[in-house]
C-alpha cells in the first residue's frame, strides 16, 4: 500500500511537472475563434484546458492545423465538442479544477498545456482519454468495463475513466458483477 502511494504521488507530480501555465485571450475572425498566448505564439493540432473565466474551472478546447477552436463536431481523435467548442461526454461538459499555480493573477484567461492529445489518466478521469479500460461510476464506486449494459444506465455525471483497477479497488471501487 505504501509502494503504491508513493508510485502514486510521483506519477501526480511528474503529470503536474509537464503542464505549463500560459495567459492568454480569445480572438476571433469571419473564419472562426483562437486562443492567443500572451507571447503571440497560438495552439495547434492540440488539445487545450482553458479557464476562460478565472472560475478555477477550465474546458478543454481542440484547435486545428490552422489554429482555430473546432466547434460542435468530431475531432481528428474522435472526441466530440459543442457548440462553443468545448469537450462534451453525452451531452455533459468536461473540465477539470486548475490549481492555484496554474492560474495567472488578472489573465484574462488561463490555459493549461496538457502534452497529451486529451487528458491522460492517474486514477480516474472525468475525461476519457486513450487507452482507458473501464468506466467507474464515482456515486456507487463500482468499475465496469466499456461493454457493460450498466454503463448504459449511469447518470452521465458520474462517468469516471481508468485503466487500472488495482488503483479502484485500493480505493474503495468494487467490480461491476455483471460484467466481471
Avoid at 492568454?24 to 472562426?32: E, F, I, K, R
Avoid at 481528428?76 to 473540465?95: E, R, S
Avoid at 492560474?103 to 486514477?123: C, K, L, R
Wanted: glycine fraction near 8%; hydrophobic fraction near 35%.
Amino acid at each position: 500500500m505504501k509502494k503504491m502511494k508513493l508510485l502514486f504521488a510521483s506519477a501526480l507530480l511528474s503529470v503536474t511537472m509537464s503542464m505549463s501555465s500560459l495567459a492568454g485571450s480569445w480572438q476571433s475572425d469571419a473564419t472562426g475563434w483562437w486562443f492567443r498566448n500572451d507571447d503571440g505564439s497560438y495552439p495547434v493540432n492540440t488539445w487545450l484546458w482553458i479557464d476562460g473565466n478565472g472560475d478555477g474551472i477550465a474546458e478543454n478546447y481542440f484547435f486545428d492545423a490552422n489554429g482555430y477552436c473546432l466547434m460542435n463536431t468530431a475531432t481528428p481523435d474522435n472526441y466530440f465538442v459543442d457548440a462553443n467548442g468545448a469537450w462534451i461526454v453525452n451531452g455533459v461538459i468536461q473540465t477539470k479544477v486548475v490549481s492555484v499555480s496554474e492560474s495567472t493573477a488578472g489573465a484574462e484567461s488561463t490555459a493549461v498545456q496538457d502534452t497529451t492529445t486529451a487528458p491522460a489518466s492517474v486514477d480516474i478521469s472525468s475525461s476519457p482519454f486513450e487507452g482507458y479500460t473501464i468506466i467507474a461510476n464515482t456515486n456507487t464506486h463500482k468499475y465496469h468495463v466499456p461493454t457493460c449494459a450498466s454503463v448504459r444506465d449511469m447518470n452521465p455525471e458520474n462517468y469516471g475513466y481508468s485503466d487500472d483497477a488495482d488503483y479502484l479497488e485500493s480505493i474503495g471501487y468494487v467490480a461491476c458483477k455483471r460484467c466481471h
